[in-house]
């Protein structure tokens, strides 16, 4: 079956991101090797597009990078002489793209190696899942440089490892390797150098295949409800949960389970 794009993901493609299928997942590329897959304004707004159009039979989706690194952050060649009204609107664009990562339509994998810096950290941490390999590297060079975050990390990099080590990396310029951010929360599988693209498909291939209502509620929900005091929160989880159980797939599945016709939890 041929792929019918959205017209703006076929101009995202000739603006530096990629798009295939690999039956339902998305696989989107960063291809801007040459300068380390800077985030340039065109390639921000390319990525927004990719996200709020993917195909409709795309059930879960991968980021990645083409060359040896993920992401080397903003494209800082267009930093230069903007004002602060614009960097406003700069920030809010790169949030807009971001926010289409983070609640889009599908789960997303970022599939990481090399430099996951700056803007490449905070692209990561809209992903719901983070695959490393063990070249990646993670660094928050924006203190070093005299700017701040401004695509969404001081929200989301603190739930991933804390305020402290954050402040610690923009404060001093630490930076973790791969070991060290799987052991900090950074990534949530750690395999070997060159393989987190295969591993992180293979992820996405399974989640593809969950009922769309819970791939929904932990998207869109969980974060939520998460954010919200415990008695919110418990009411939020019950009208969710009321909902996805209520679901004709869900139905089918529990009753494939006691039927003895769905897999166990298996520790192997
Ligand atoms: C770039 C960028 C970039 C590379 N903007 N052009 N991000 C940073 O501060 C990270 C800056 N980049 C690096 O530290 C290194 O490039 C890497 C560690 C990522 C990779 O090193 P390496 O040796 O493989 O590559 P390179 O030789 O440094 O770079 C290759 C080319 O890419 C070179 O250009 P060329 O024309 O001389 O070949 C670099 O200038 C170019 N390049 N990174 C522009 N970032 C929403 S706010 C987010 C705020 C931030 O993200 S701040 C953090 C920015």
Known sequence: MTTTFHPSIERARSNGVSLEMHGAVAVVRLCRPTKRNALSDTLIEALRDIFQNLPAEARAAVVHGEGDHFCAGLDLSELKERDAGEGVHHSRSWHAALEAVQ??????????????????????????????????????????RGIFVGGGGSVRIPKLIGVARMTDMMMTGRVYNAQDGERLGFAQYLVPAGESLAKAIELATRIATNAPLTNYALMHALPRIAEQPADHGFMTEALMSSIAQAAPEAKARVRAFLEGKAPKVSKD
């Open 103 to 144: 609640f889009g339509r599908v789960p997303v994998i970022a599939a990481l190696h090399g430099a996951v810096v700056g803007g490449g950290l905070e692209l990561a941490s809209a992903s719901h899942i983070r695959v490393a390999d063990d070249s990646t590297f993670y660094a928050l060079p924006e203190g070093t």
